[in-house]
């Protein structure tokens, strides 16, 4: 029994693994093109872009885990069961608790994954994720041109550049600078460069001019051949990277800080995002006792079960919405939390009753049968 366990299992690992990773694929390339303008506006590099789009993976992992697993259990079942091997496994002793032991074992493993993902690994992901993009949008030395046109990357500086090449070399260069203390300067130059110099950005001006209006009005004129134009005293902002609820911690959500206005107000909001992180685990179980309970809830059929398996789906995804308003709703509502775990744990008892409950129906004479007429007639 062991052995044909152990059997049943991998032919559900690996379709369940070959499914997340599709799905999660897909996801990944919708995110590419959320997180495009990052390349083309920000102007950061292909490392930072992967960066970005990788911090989103384990959130996207927890949301597709409980799908992956439903579809690639429908398919296997599916198949093993028009093909006969449910029917031997009958008929060699096995009873329909063991036969779809493996099948849960493996959707408690996946339960357990995504309640990891979802206490630890994506707070601390999208945290990441919060920062490295709060980095990118104060990258003033990175933003600071736009081809063509002039931009106001900050309040008093106005920059252009004719064009950029392949190496970030900037052409016919224009920046207009107006100081609080009523000081303006205007600076042309054939060439630019945007780098850092002791940590800290410049713009190095060559072959140009400074033109330079003091608070007095007097103009001063300077030609020079090469400028460093320091760009760090624009890079000081007081905006501060603000966490979401997605990014909070499962303790954060649960006891959240009263001595802030924003988690004060939106405490309802908090609870109900943890209560969420804790059950929403719980689908991939259901998802999987519908699965099953769509192959083997009814009579053997050898042209397959499309129509049994049509209703699950569609059981399964009303749960799911269900559960999503259900958290809406427990936003507002904090009685209703408990409802956001007795809604995917219903149909789990309403499958093991009619899967356990009630007897099996006798495959193993039907399939048999012609396979003993048929030896009995060789000579």
Known sequence: MRLIDRYLFRQLLGPSMAATGALVAVLTLSQTLVFLDILVGQKQGLLVFAKVVALTLPQMLAMVLPVAVFVATLITLNRLHTEQEIVVCYAGGM??????APAFRLAVMAALLTLVVNLWIQPLAMRGLRDELFRVKTDLAASLIREGEFNSPAAGLTVYAQSVDSEGLLKNVFIHEDKPNGESSTFTADRGLVTSRNDQPVMILRNGSNQQFNSKGVLNFVLFEEYVFDLSTYLQTDEKVVYKTSDRFLHELIYPDTSNIWDRRGRKSLLAEGHYRISSPIYTITFMALALYGVLGGSFSRVGYTRRIVLVAATAGVVRILGFAMQSASAHVPALNIL???????????????????????????ALTPLTASAGARP
């Open 95 to 100: 009873s329909r608790w063991q036969v779809t």
């Open 340 to 366: 956001q775990y007795a809604l995917p744990i219903a149909p789990i008892v309403f499958v093991c009753i009619r899967l356990y409950g009630t007897p099996r129906r006798a495959y193993a004479p039907i």
